[in-house]
């Protein structure tokens, strides 16, 4: 776009940037990583007055069916720089059969897996990848556990600018071509993803990489955000009683959460929240762990090992907003097994037809437990959060199909 074309605002009432652990503020129209002062992570804020004016409830319904619908509270500050698949809106589903078995009569699922690029990290990437070009970034970097590393390469390609992706070498290999494939370029190391993105953060400098770590930046939660909006629209206002959320860098969880109070500042829900609750794995926990310690910091996951690479995070900057998150909504944090997620995979896919990923999986696994210790009554309004779509992980579970003869007639 030239500079003497006429740009279109997107009315966004966006002000400064906060920091959520010492309170500085900082300039929103500049490129920022986290606090300069602490290194904590940075929020947008927003003027509430002017979102309200310009922002009204009761036109949401014809307005574009995706994350977009909520510009006015979102950071970008002009349509040409908004980069979008269409992302977000994705549908809260009713759960009937799977709620049969648990006797549970308000079962939900928040099926992100159908969003471009399969998951939900298009969201947070979406937004990243629009307000980082919109603030003059030429090229992004990330690591990755697979899916954020898919959606910033299809998203910064779209955008036209370069991406540098690492992630495990054992990330899903559907992953891993679908972002060489989108033209990012990508590199596997021998390590985890906090190794990823040493390296990246080493070399970014000098190659020019504006890093999208998970919550090093202030953009991505701003995208995630819109879970908690879109939730509490798809229920006519009324946020359920219990969400379970699959929990590694904890974007969306911290999202949410941060969206909730935004819609009680602008008067579209009251100061009721649901119970937030964390899903780990078993093999690496750390926010259970602290969450349990009654700590407020996570200490870093050692020798971490999970076949759910979505949350196989042994260290997340976030750890004290999603401790604060689930504290203050007297919350819980459990780990299961990959086997109980397996276990849960086919589950919901037999009863539902949504196959779902590990992480979405391991939602239910925790509920089953939290149901059996009564924490969570069969009468509560309970959201499972799915947030990728189970074909992407083609090396987490197998079957032995049987195979016939091309000439066979019965089958038994």
Known sequence: MSETEEKTPTNSAVQNLECTYCGKTYNGAELHNTCPACGKVLYYRYDVQAVKERLKRELLPGRVASMWRYKEALPVLWEENIITFGEGWTPLLEAPRLGKKLGMKNLLIKDEGQNPTGSFKARGLGMAVSKARELGAKAVSIPSAGNAGG???????????????????????????????????????????????????????????????????????????????????????????????????????????????????????????????????????????????????????????????????????????????????????????????????????????????PEGAATLAVLRHLLAQGWVSPEERVVLFNTGMGQKYPEFMSFDIPVVPADTQFLD
């Open 151 to 357: 959606a910033v390469a299809a998203y910064a390609a779209r955008a036209g600018i370069a991406a540098a992706v690492m992630m495990p070498v054992d990330a899903p290999i559907i992953n891993k071509n679908e972002t060489a494939v989108t033209g990012a370029q990508t590199w596997l190391v021998q390590g985890l993803i906090n190794d990823a993105g040493r390296i990246l953060k080493a070399n970014g400098e000098r190659k020019g990489w504006f890093d999208l770590s998970t919550l090093k930046e202030p953009y991505r939660v701003e995208g995630k955000k819109t879970l908690g909006y879109e939730i509490a629209e798809q229920l006519d206002w009324e946020l359920p009683d219990v969400i379970i959320y699959p929990t590694g860098g904890g974007t969306g969880l911290v999202g949410m959460w941060k969206a909730f109070d935004e819609m009680e500042q602008l008067g579209w829900i009251g100061s009721k929240r649901p119970r937030m609750v964390v899903a780990q794995a078993t093999g690496c926990a750390p926010i259970v762990r602290a969450f349990e310690e009654g700590a407020e910091f996570a200490r870093p996951w050692e020798n971490a090992q999970t076949n759910s690479s979505g949350i196989r995070v042994p260290v997340a900057i976030a750890d004290y907003l999603m401790l604060r998150a689930v504290r203050g909504s007297n919350g819980t944090a459990l780990a299961v097994t990959d086997e109980e997620m397996m276990d849960a995979t086919k589950e919901i896919a037999s009863l539902e037809g949504l196959f779902p990923a």
